[in-house]
């Protein structure tokens, strides 16, 4: 009651923090402040909460060398963004009797990215479909901070 009595004077609350301890734990705070610094800070966290994307590109097992590059410059950009990709190569009809060429097309693919992506998982056949999962590589923020700058440094003084 003394508790209750001095919160009262003080215009604060009295919360229970313990009530199963004997004796109760209690503590004296505005809980409406306390509410909003919690919901703040929950607010804060998922802001900075990284969503990881899955971006999935589909290649042929026929495809020709432009389209091969285009695809390849869209998972590069996919993996400069932070976001895994998902390749899957389609096989049609007698396509499926040479699987070899889409696992040649995937490995060849995790070749020409692999400074920016490593493969998470194998190559696998699943029904019609060849999957292969690439995520981007960790960089730390000071090295390409560090890389930025001197890209920088060399624009000015080539111009």
């Known amino acids: 009651m003394d508790a209750l009595r001095i919160a009262d004077e003080q215009g604060l609350d009295l919360v229970e923090i313990a009530p199963n301890a004997d004796p109760p734990v209690c503590k004296i705070m505005d809980y409406g402040k306390y509410k909003y610094e919690q919901a703040i800070k929950a607010k804060k966290a998922r802001k900075h909460q990284a969503t990881v994307q899955v971006k999935e590109i589909k290649f042929r097992p026929k495809i020709d060398t432009h ?3 285009t695809k390849k410059r869209h998972v590069v950009r996919f993996l400069e963004g932070g976001a895994r990709v998902k390749v899957t190569i389609m096989f049609r009809g007698r396509e ?4 070899e060429r ?3 097309i995937l490995e060849r693919l995790a070749e020409d ?3 920016l992506g490593t493969v998470e998982s194998e190559p696998k056949l699943e029904g019609r479909n060849m999957l292969m999962v690439l995520a981007p590589v960790k960089r730390d923020a ?3 901070k560090q890389k ?3 890209e920088d ?3 000015v003084d080539a111009g």
């Open 148 to 150: 930025a700058s001197e």
């Open 142 to 144: 000071k090295t390409s």
């Open 102 to 104: 889409g696992l040649a």
């Open 67 to 69: 389209d091969y590059e």
């Open 96 to 99: 499926m009797a040479h699987a």
């Open 153 to 155: 440094s060399a624009g």
């Open 113 to 115: 990215v692999k400074e």
